[in-house]
């Protein structure tokens, strides 16, 4: 190459070619570790949530002294609205009890 002007033309056109790639693959590379993040956090997260609904699993089986787990499909809709009429029968029974009570208080008082 004798001509000065064509041999930079051509280092500028192998230069912007190969910093091209060399952009392309960090890119590539740079998507490639985000993408893994996201995967890692969705584990993570599926994990904490899988966690958090055995404890509270354990828990209910402890406090309601049934397996919530093993109660079958066909049934678990009236065991748990079961469950729920007692606990709400419960609150009823709680508020009106912390009614007299205050009641009583405030005849007390006044």
């Not at 002294?65 to 079961?82: A, C, K, M, P, R």
């Amino acid at each position: 190459m004798s001509n000065p002007v064509i041999h930079a033309f051509f280092v500028g056109r192998a230069m912007a070619s190969s910093m091209s790639e060399l952009l392309e693959d960090s890119l590539t590379n740079a998507l490639s570790e985000v993408g893994k993040f996201d995967a890692e956090q969705r584990e993570r997260l599926r994990q904490f949530t899988q966690q958090v609904m055995e404890r509270a699993e354990r828990e209910a089986e402890m406090a309601t002294g049934t397996s919530i787990s093993s109660v079958s499909v066909g049934s678990t809709s009236v065991d748990l609205q079961e469950t729920i009429d007692d606990l709400r029968a419960e609150i009823a029974s709680l508020r009106t009890e912390l009614q007299t009570y205050r009641n009583k208080r405030m005849k007390v008082e006044g």
